[in-house]
């Protein structure tokens, strides 16, 4: 079966699929080859739009036309996330025997661990939790337009956190 162009007493066979409205909806109209070229000339998806309302929906359109939070807003997805993984709800890291970090010797990873985070060696897991919050912030490539030398630093920082971690759990 063929479908007809819905251009007004068009007789040809309809290929194109043209936009019947101008909210992205999936209803279209099928025109011809003469006639899609028709359309598209005179289409104008800002017809009847103030400038004011133009330039809103472009900067709009950079983030998809979706609402958009600061990174530390308390109900952006990402700040929930992050501190729902971080919370301690089995009390883990408040036991006694990870308070006595200090008095247990440290290889030189350990260190380095404990410097890349800009810790001290005696610092307990709550500090180094706080520590790694802060860094992570500091040096997220969102905010530095992706730059590739806080993404480098950011994931040493993800490392020895995650050491830091380990070790703490295991002592």
């Given amino acids: 079966m063929k479908n007809i162009c819905e251009w007004k007493n068009c007789k ?4 194109f699929k043209a936009p019947a409205e101008k909210d992205n909806s999936k209803k279209f109209k099928l025109l011809c080859d003469q006639h899609i070229k028709l359309f598209n000339k005179s289409w104008n998806y800002f017809e009847g739009m103030s400038d004011n309302e133009i330039t809103n929906f472009l900067k709009s359109d950079i983030t998809w036309h979706r609402p958009t939070q600061k990174f530390g807003s308390p109900d952006n997805f990402f700040s929930i996330l992050w501190n729902n993984a971080l919370n301690d709800k089995f009390k883990i890291f408040k036991d006694e025997k990870n308070k006595n970090i200090n008095k247990v010797k440290l290889c030189k990873k350990d260190k380095d661990a404990f410097n890349i985070m800009e810790l001290n060696f005696n610092a307990d897991y709550m500090a180094v939790q706080r520590k790694f919050k802060i860094l992570v912030k500091k040096f997220h490539p969102d905010r530095h337009a992706g730059n590739k030398v ?11 956190y995650s050491h830091l971690k380990m070790i703490m759990v295991q002592k």
């Fill in 12 to 15: 040809e066979f309809g290929k």
């Fill in 150 to 160: 806080y993404e480098d630093k950011l994931k040493k920082i993800t490392m020895a």
